[in-house]
């Protein structure tokens, strides 16, 4: 199987195309970045203009607060939302792409069963997709860091303000890439589901950002029905429980507690809920997969 | 007889030593306080305000007469709040003669004193004082200005009361409501919102309590620090 996966690995790291969404993170992360670092306190009086009012912001208060922890936090909060595309373009190709190729059947020949060809196929496709996340995190995180520096991280919430000081960031992002991880792997799932319906890859990639872009416009609405019914199930509300690792516990007196995160609970349940989808997914696909007749 | 005359004249001169009229003890708060040219301080800020969860911050406060004053923190980020320049009484006690004083009375044994600017463009609008007689220092205050509301001060004095210079004082000011869209923050809904939340963010009043470990009195502070 071990083989099998270095195949697989060389096969998608051998196209041309599985560099795009290298090359399209690094992109839009060194386009936020020179934004920010040229007009970096428009944007702060922007994010700021709510709280004007009642604080003074001078320009040290905005040279400091544009630091590397915030800038990886906008960025990955941008980002977030793009990635599926990203992680779809390999994992609706891993089925399909085969099938469209001609390829299939031929590989099938080889003394593996199908649910190991599976496994395989989808563990590829995790592996891509943390790669992905890494390179965004050297990008994102440390690229950041070096350019803005580090200092406390202030998280704007839609009902609060949460400052983290500058030491307790850091382990809070290993985490939420770690969470990152298994979100967007939940989508190289879905993806991979999608995958096994199709003779060619375009179709699995647009059916995935479809069903994303849909979940995600259910997730973002404010309405009650949606609240109490769909929402709490949708694989789309969890994919941001990243955040929750920013989101900290204070004091009666509003003074933030070093170390803890507001509600860990709802975390895991969230990362349950992906955990899951991903297991329905894979197995959906295996099932499908093993009954599927092989004709290209 | 002499017991009588001895007696009369030390209730006369009791009197006369309660009976101080606002204005001198406006002027010997503002004596102790005119010691002070400048001074640079370290202080242990907490903030508290309903919508923001900050850390306790070291901060270093700058003050430069006549009325300049700087909240820094150097080795992170704190909220400063507006107005944050009355922290010291140096703004009131600068010009008192641009006020007109009333003398209110007494209440929990501290002096009431009112002063109202002359001026009808000025920025305060109203600012009474709580003097402690004894000492003759400033127990509380309380600004109203024309832009951005009360300010309350509770201060508490150690070593540096020959100064009028607080070892903790408790600054509450106004906060505006606040709100953003979700479709702005893209929040995680972790359950731990809701009404509650909803209604600490009406407008309420926020406080910052700073708590004074040493101050470097009179030893020149450069104007860059105030800019």
């Not at chain 1, 199930?233 to 003074?255: C, D, I, P, Q, R």
């Not at chain 2, 007889?1 to 030390?10: A, D, G, S």
């Not at chain 2, 507006?82 to 003398?103: E, P, R």
């Not at chain 2, 003759?136 to 309350?152: D, F, H, I, Q």
Request: glycine share 6%; with cysteine.
């Amino acid at each position: 199987m071990w083989k099998l996966l270095k195949i697989e690995l060389y096969k998608i790291f051998k196209r041309p195309r599985t560099y795009i969404a290298f090359g399209a993170i690094a992109a839009i992360v060194f386009l936020i970045q020179i934004a920010l670092k040229f007009d970096g306190k428009a944007y702060v009086d922007l994010l700021m203009n709510n709280l004007k009012d009642s604080f003074e912001f001078s320009e040290v208060f905005k040279e400091d607060l544009l630091n590397g922890y915030l800038i990886c936090f906008v960025i990955l909060n941008t980002l977030l939302i793009q990635m599926p595309l990203l992680v779809a373009l390999i994992a609706g190709d891993s089925i399909a792409g085969e099938a469209n190729m001609g390829t299939l059947r031929l590989s099938l020949t080889k003394p593996i069963s199908r649910v190991e060809y599976m496994l395989t196929k989808f563990a590829a496709s995790v592996i891509y997709t943390i790669a992905l996340l890494i390179w965004m995190a050297i990008l994102a995180l440390f690229g950041s860091m070096l350019i803005f520096g580090t200092n406390d991280i202030v998280i704007l919430r839609s009902e609060g303000v949460e400052q983290i000081q500058s030491f307790d960031v850091m382990w809070r992002y290993v985490a939420a890439f770690g969470y990152a991880a298994v979100a967007l792997t939940t989508i190289a799932a879905l993806a991979f589901l999608l995958s096994v319906f199709a003779e060619n890859s375009i179709g699995p990639i647009i059916a995935t950002m479809s069903i994303v872009i849909v979940c995600t416009i259910l997730s973002e609405m404010n309405i009650p029905i949606y609240d109490r019914t769909i929402k709490p199930w949708l694989f789309t509300s969890h994919m941001v429980a990243w955040k929750g690792f920013f989101y900290v516990k204070a004091t009666e007196e509003g003074v933030t507690i070093d170390g803890s995160v507001e509600n860990l609970s709802a975390i895991f349940r969230s990362l349950m809920i992906l955990v899951g989808y991903t297991v329905l997914f894979v197995t959906s696909a295996i099932w499908v997969f093993k009954k599927k007749d092989i004709l290209s | 007889m002499k017991q009588f005359i001895f007696l009369c004249v030390f209730i006369v001169s009791g009197l006369s030593l309660s009976a101080q009229s606002a204005e001198e003890v406006v002027q010997q708060v503002k004596a102790k306080l005119d010691k002070v040219n400048d001074y640079q301080a370290t202080a242990r800020m907490k903030t508290n305000v309903v919508f923001i969860k900050a850390p306790v911050a070291t901060v270093n406060v700058y003050f430069k007469k006549p009325n300049k004053l700087r909240i820094r923190n150097e080795k992170g980020i704190s909220f400063i709040p507006k107005g944050s320049v009355n922290v010291n009484l140096g703004n009131i006690f600068t010009n008192t003669g641009a006020y007109d004083i009333i003398d209110v009375g007494k209440e929990n044994g501290l002096r009431i004193i009112k002063l109202l600017p002359r001026d009808e463009n000025a920025d305060v609008v109203l600012a009474t004082l709580y003097v402690d007689e004894k000492t003759m220092l400033v127990k509380k205050s309380k600004t109203t200005t024309k832009e951005n509301g009360t300010y309350e001060l509770e201060m508490t004095y150690g070593k540096y009361a020959a100064y009028g210079l607080a070892d903790k004082v408790i600054f509450t000011f106004n906060t505006k409501e606040y709100k953003l869209p979700k479709g702005i923050t893209l929040d995680y809904d972790n359950g731990s919102s809701k009404e509650a939340e909803e209604n600490k963010l009406k407008n309420k009043k926020g406080k910052v309590e700073l708590t004074y470990t040493n101050y470097e009195l009179n030893k020149g502070v450069p104007d860059s620090v105030f800019q």
